[in-house]
């Protein structure tokens, strides 16, 4: 069967008839592939990350330098997830009307969870002395669009308390193994 552009099996996560164009705060949560616990671990209250999770950190940190819209609000990095609110500023909204399903537009926010991804990955990639593609993401990222004040401080309490809550992911049990386990 021939690809047909007008038709994709890949959906959107996108809130269709919504305007993405003004200043948003989005709540964004990034997994690893297969939930892989390599970002470090749970003590008490607090994450001591791994060098692997210091360099996701690290990066996470960076975004507003190379995105000069966006601003940073609290944000987690747990074993295998990352939290945070994004804040984008576009001052001047960009005309749509020639852009096609896929097609990435700078700045958005699918742009700069793309870049951050990357660099994160070639960092680890360098570390580790890997070649080639390595597996550090799961494909794509979850997102929320916060509309008023009331979500945006129950966000940032829940990802205030993510750390203290970890012992009741699913992924959590096996989160001591893989750990011990790490090459790096």
């Known amino acids: 069967m021939a690809h047909n552009p007008d038709f994709s099996h890949r959906r959107s996560i996108r809130l269709r008839h919504y305007d993405y164009d003004n200043y948003r705060a989005y709540f964004v949560t990034i997994c690893t592939h297969q939930k892989q616990c390599i970002f470090g671990e749970r003590l008490q209250r607090n994450m001591r990350l791994s060098n692997l999770g210091a360099i996701a950190y690290n990066y996470w940190l960076k975004i507003p330098q190379h995105f000069s819209h966006v601003t940073l609000d609290i944000f987690v990095i747990m074993p295998n997830h990352i939290h945070g609110i994004v804040w984008l500023n576009h001052e001047q909204k960009q005309s749509t009307s020639k852009r096609k399903f896929g097609d990435i537009v ?79």
């Open 106 to 184: 700078a700045g958005s926010l699918s742009s700069i969870i793309r870049s951050y991804k990357a660099a994160v990955t070639k960092e680890i990639n360098l570390m580790c002395g890997q070649k080639g593609t390595s597996l550090v993401w799961q494909r794509n990222y979850y997102e929320h669009i916060i509309r008023d004040e009331k979500a945006l401080q129950n966000i940032r309490k829940y990802i205030q308390d993510n750390p203290l809550n970890w012992d009741k992911d699913p992924e959590y049990s096996a989160s001591r193994e893989i750990l011990l386990d790490l090459p790096f």
